[in-house]
C-alpha cells in the first residue's frame, strides 16, 4: 500500500474549475486503469468487468463468488486532487510520526492524501478480491471519479454501470471518523433587473433599483440563519455573491441552502419565497428570474441500506476498532451520487490529514484499518439475503 500510494500521490491530477476533466486526472485514471489489469492478469481473475468512460469515470466490477443473491456493495473515492493549493510537481515523503508511517511533501505543495489515500486502499481491495480464491463476497463494484474537489464527481456518473445496494465512500479525514449524514445542498441563485431613471424624476419615470431589491433579499433572512451562527445539525443560508454588472442595473445572488432535516428545509424553501414576495412588493419596477436552484448534494442518510449502520458498528468492536459516526457540514462523492437519484453511502475515515494544504499528510496505519474494516464488512454482506 505505501509503494501504491507514493506512486499514485507522484502523478498530477488537480482538477480545474476551469476543465471539464484535466489531463492530469485521465493520467490518474490510466494509471488505475493499469493496475486493476496487472491485479487480473496475475490473479488470472475471469468475469471482471473494466471501464474507463470517455468522462473519465474508471469502473470495475468484481463478480460474486457466493451463490445466495446478496446486496451489490459500491466503493467510491476520486481521482483529482484539489486546486485550491499548489500543486504541481508533488515529491511524497516517507516520513515517521509518533510511531507511524507517514507520508508528507517538503511542505512547498499539498500531498493529495484527499483521495489518494482512497485510491490506494480501493486498489488494495481490489488485488485481494482477486488474488484470495477463498475470500467469499457478493458483487462488488468500484468507481474512480473525477472533479470531486470541484463539487462534480457524479456530474456524468453512469448508474448502468454503478448502482450498489450498499455504497462506501473511501474519503474521509482521520482513522477513525464515519461520515453517516450531510448536509443537502441547495444552489438559489436569483438575478434582479431593474430601471435606470435620473434620481430627480425616478418617480416618474419608474425607476427600479436592482441593488437595493438584492439587498433587501440578502437582508430579509434572520441572522440566526446565517452560517456563523449554527453548528452540528444546524442549516444555514448563505447569501455569498452579490455581484453587479458594470454601469447596469442588473445584480445576481448567489445563495448556499444548506440543511439535514428535511423540515427545516421546507422551512428554507418558505423563507426563500417570502424574500422574494417581500422584493417584489418593494420593489414593483425591479423584476426577478431565478436563474438557478438545483441539487447540489443530498443527505446520504435518506437512502442508507437497512442495517449497514449497525454491521459497520459490529465489524469494527469484533476488530477492536474504536469508530465514531459524525454528521457532516459539507458533500462527498456519496452526497452528490445522492443527488442524482442513486443511493447515498457513508464516508469512511481513509488516513488523510490536514487536507487541501501543504500541511497534508498520509498516515499509513489509518489507511490499512480502513482497508481490514471495509474487507471485513465485504465477507459480512456477502452472507445476507
Not at 431593474?194 to 436592482?210: E, L, M, P, R, S
Not at 433587501?216 to 434572520?222: G, I, L, N
Not at 452579490?242 to 439535514?260: A, L
Not at 443511493?343 to 480502513?370: I, K, T
Request: hydrophobic share 40%.
Amino acid at each position: 500500500m505505501l509503494d501504491t500510494f507514493v506512486k499514485y500521490a507522484s502523478i498530477e491530477s488537480q482538477s480545474s474549475y476551469d476543465s471539464i476533466c484535466t489531463q492530469g486526472q485521465h493520467n490518474m485514471a490510466l494509471a488505475l486503469m493499469a493496475d486493476v489489469e496487472d491485479a487480473i492478469a496475475g490473479s488470472k481473475a475471469s468475469g471482471v468487468k473494466v471501464h474507463l468512460s470517455d468522462a473519465n469515470y474508471l469502473y470495475v466490477t468484481v463478480p460474486a463468488n457466493v451463490k445466495n443473491a446478496c446486496p451489490t456493495l459500491g466503493i467510491s473515492c476520486h481521482l483529482d486532487v484539489t486546486p485550491e493549493a499548489p500543486g504541481g510537481n508533488i515529491v511524497p515523503i516517507v516520513d515517521n510520526r509518533d510511531g507511524h508511517t507517514i507520508v508528507r511533501t517538503d511542505g512547498s505543495t499539498l500531498l493529495g492524501a484527499d483521495d489518494k489515500c482512497g485510491c490506494t486502499i480501493a486498489m488494495q481491495l481490489i488485488r485481494t478480491l482477486l488474488s484470495d480464491k477463498k475470500l467469499k463476497h457478493g458483487k462488488v463494484m468500484f468507481a474512480f471519479c473525477p472533479n470531486e474537489d470541484v463539487g462534480r464527481a457524479a456530474d456524468a456518473i453512469d448508474p448502468t454501470i454503478f448502482a450498489p445496494d450498499i455504497l462506501f465512500d473511501l474519503d474521509g479525514e482521520g482513522g477513525n471518523e464515519i461520515t453517516d449524514c450531510n448536509f443537502t445542498a441547495r444552489g438559489f441563485n436569483v438575478r434582479f433587473v431593474g430601471k435606470d431613471a435620473h434620481a430627480g424624476n425616478a418617480k416618474a419615470q419608474g425607476f427600479g433599483d436592482a441593488v437595493a431589491a438584492a439587498a433587501t433579499f440578502v437582508a430579509y433572512f434572520p441572522v440566526e440563519y446565517r452560517p456563523e451562527n449554527t453548528e452540528a445539525k444546524q442549516g444555514y443560508i448563505h447569501p455569498w455573491s452579490f455581484e453587479q454588472k458594470p454601469k447596469q442595473m442588473d445584480v445576481t445572488v448567489q445563495t448556499r441552502v444548506r440543511y439535514f432535516d428535511k423540515a427545516e428545509g421546507e422551512l428554507f424553501d418558505r423563507l426563500l419565497n417570502e424574500a422574494l414576495a417581500e422584493v417584489s412588493k418593494k420593489f414593483p419596477n425591479v423584476r426577478y428570474e431565478v436563474v438557478y436552484d438545483g441539487l447540489q448534494y443530498e443527505n446520504v442518510a435518506y437512502t442508507l441500506y437497512p442495517g449497514i449502520k449497525e454491521m459497520v458498528s459490529s465489524t469494527a468492536d469484533k476488530m477492536g476498532k474504536e469508530i465514531v459516526f459524525v454528521p457532516e457540514r459539507g458533500g462527498t462523492t456519496a452526497s452528490m451520487m445522492a443527488a442524482k437519484g442513486m443511493n447515498g453511502g457513508m464516508c469512511v475515515f481513509s488516513g488523510q490529514h490536514d487536507v487541501h494544504s501543504v500541511r497534508e499528510y498520509a498516515d499509513l496505519q489509518e489507511m490499512e484499518e480502513c482497508y481490514r474494516l471495509i474487507l471485513e464488512i465485504i465477507k459480512q454482506v456477502s452472507t445476507l439475503k
